[in-house]
């Protein structure tokens, strides 16, 4: 069997686990320096850049991907839970513990690694359909999503591009400090669309937020579900519902993250009254869970 996670992956899972260990506490205010403004005249917020064209995402499909996020996933503090983690993805919980207890990738790797090949080879055509119709349904989502997403942050994209694995594992996977993101490949029309734009936004609010905020002011924990409920928000302007449909007013108390249901509701106030994307920033990052 050949051997699929690479030298590469291995060293970018060091990574997701420190990303995504994340939102397993009940949320709690914390004690947050909030920016100051200099002057005492109200500043004009900051114009947005035009947008001109969709954001452009390459649609790929990376079976070494998906075994180095396998491992990373399940060797994380999953705020999902490991059993609802392991559903998701269609792995049998036996296998998600061995992962999760290994002394070393090595001591599961060719598991992994069969697991991975076999969905791949099963499910190869689907994949490839699947690869085929996200782009078109980008070509057809992506310019109104670029433009709600820069006009409402009020920042350019920090990535020239984004590249979107199909995944034959993964429901959707985010990328804290890059242009990474996944989807799962059998998802319906909406969701394929509502994922996507969840993954994206996520990456690109946290990366703002990250403009404003630094680590001794706000923990990686606390800006990713900042910006897990902001990506909820984003997808619900008006422009934008007709492609992903409606969100429930209370996403997080049904979702895998039921811990943000409490800040999702007050960050759906200061959201919907803000007065500049910093200013809301600003203003949410008092009442983020505790680190």
């Given at each position: 069997?050949?051997?699929?996670?690479?030298?590469?992956?291995?060293?970018?899972?060091?990574?997701?686990?420190?990303?995504?260990?994340?939102?397993?506490?009940?949320?709690?205010?914390?004690?947050?320096?909030?920016p100051t403004v200099a002057s005492s005249a109200t500043p004009e917020p900051p114009r947005a850049p035009p947008v001109q064209q969709a954001l452009p995402v390459r649609f790929?499909?990376?079976?070494?991907?998906?075994?180095?996020?396998?491992?990373?996933?399940?060797?994380?503090?999953?705020?999902?839970?490991?059993?609802?983690?392991?559903?998701?993805?269609?792995?049998?919980?036996?296998?998600?513990?061995?992962?999760?207890?290994?002394?070393?990738?090595?001591?599961?790797?060719?598991?992994?690694?069969g697991l991975v090949q076999s969905r791949h080879e099963q499910h190869g055509r689907e994949l490839i359909r699947a690869r085929n119709h996200f782009e078109q349904l980008w070509?057809?989502?992506?310019?109104?999503?670029?433009?709600?997403?820069?006009?409402?942050?009020?920042?350019?994209?920090?990535?020239?591009?984004?590249?979107?694995?199909?995944?034959?594992?993964?429901?959707?996977?985010?990328?804290?400090?890059?242009?990474?993101?996944?989807?799962?490949?059998?998802?319906?029309?909406?969701?394929?669309?509502?994922?996507?734009?969840?993954?994206?936004?996520?990456?690109?609010?946290?990366?703002?937020?990250?403009?404003?905020?630094?680590?001794?002011?706000?923990?990686?924990?606390?800006?990713?579900?900042?910006?897990?409920?902001?990506?909820?928000?984003?997808?619900?302007?008006?422009?934008?519902?007709?492609?992903?449909?409606?969100?429930?007013?209370?996403?997080?108390?049904t979702s895998n993250y039921p811990q943000l249901a409490v800040v999702e509701s007050k960050l759906r106030t200061l959201y919907r009254n803000r007065s500049s994307f910093a200013?809301?920033?600003?203003?949410?990052?008092?009442?983020?869970?505790?680190?």
């Amino acid at each position: 069997m050949r051997k699929i996670i690479g030298p590469a992956h291995v060293a970018a899972i060091g990574a997701l686990v420190a990303a995504l260990g994340c939102g397993s506490g009940q949320p709690q205010a914390a004690s947050v320096a909030v920016p100051t403004v200099a002057s005492s005249a109200t500043p004009e917020p900051p114009r947005a850049p035009p947008v001109q064209q969709a954001l452009p995402v390459r649609f790929v499909i990376d079976a070494e991907y998906d075994a180095s996020r396998i491992f990373g996933m399940f060797r994380i503090d999953d705020p999902a839970g490991l059993e609802s983690r392991a559903a998701s993805m269609g792995i049998d919980v036996a296998l998600a513990r061995r992962v999760q207890r290994a002394e070393s990738l090595a001591a599961v790797e060719a598991e992994i690694d069969g697991l991975v090949q076999s969905r791949h080879e099963q499910h190869g055509r689907e994949l490839i359909r699947a690869r085929n119709h996200f782009e078109q349904l980008w070509n057809e989502f992506g310019p109104a999503f670029t433009e709600v997403v820069v006009e409402t942050t009020q920042h350019g994209w920090f990535h020239q591009h984004y590249e979107c694995v199909v995944s034959a594992f993964h429901p959707g996977i985010s990328d804290w400090h890059g242009n990474r993101v996944a989807v799962l490949y059998s998802h319906g029309t909406a969701q394929k669309r509502r994922i996507l734009g969840h993954e994206i936004a996520l990456s690109h609010v946290f990366q703002v937020v990250r403009t404003l905020f630094d680590e001794a002011q706000l923990s990686d924990r606390q800006v990713w579900a900042l910006s897990e409920i902001t990506a909820v928000l984003l997808l619900e302007d008006p422009r934008l519902q007709r492609f992903c449909g409606p969100s429930s007013s209370e996403y997080f108390r049904t979702s895998n993250y039921p811990q943000l249901a409490v800040v999702e509701s007050k960050l759906r106030t200061l959201y919907r009254n803000r007065s500049s994307f910093a200013g809301y920033v600003a203003k949410a990052a008092p009442n983020l869970p505790m680190r």
